[in-house]
């Protein structure tokens, strides 16, 4: 692949449980006490993007310790596929005037 790819809209989310009294987080995070999870909400992420290669939390616990859970990640580019898969037509019976490519994901779990 040639070009590095832009990852936009790009979210982590991180639940939680165990009564959280108090997150520390960087980049900051938001902590939502209602779904119990920690949230990150990054701008575009490249490959050479500085400061973008770890997220890090503390959480204070007043019913610990936590339990292990899945973490959920989002994202979406737009103008390329993640694969580098392109489109060519072949042929003079069919012509093509706008070609968008755009790649969003589902949740991915880790």
Known sequence: MDKAITLSNVQFMVPVDGGVTVMQSKPPATWSADSKRALWKLNDITPT?????????????SEGPSKP???AVQFSTEGTTLSGIDIDLVGTSYRLSLVKKRFATGKYFC
Do not use: I, P, Q
Not at 53 to 61: I, Y
């Open 49 to 61: 993007t500085e400061g973008a290669s770890s997220l890090r939390a503390k959480f204070e616990l």
């Open 69 to 71: 859970a899945t973490v």
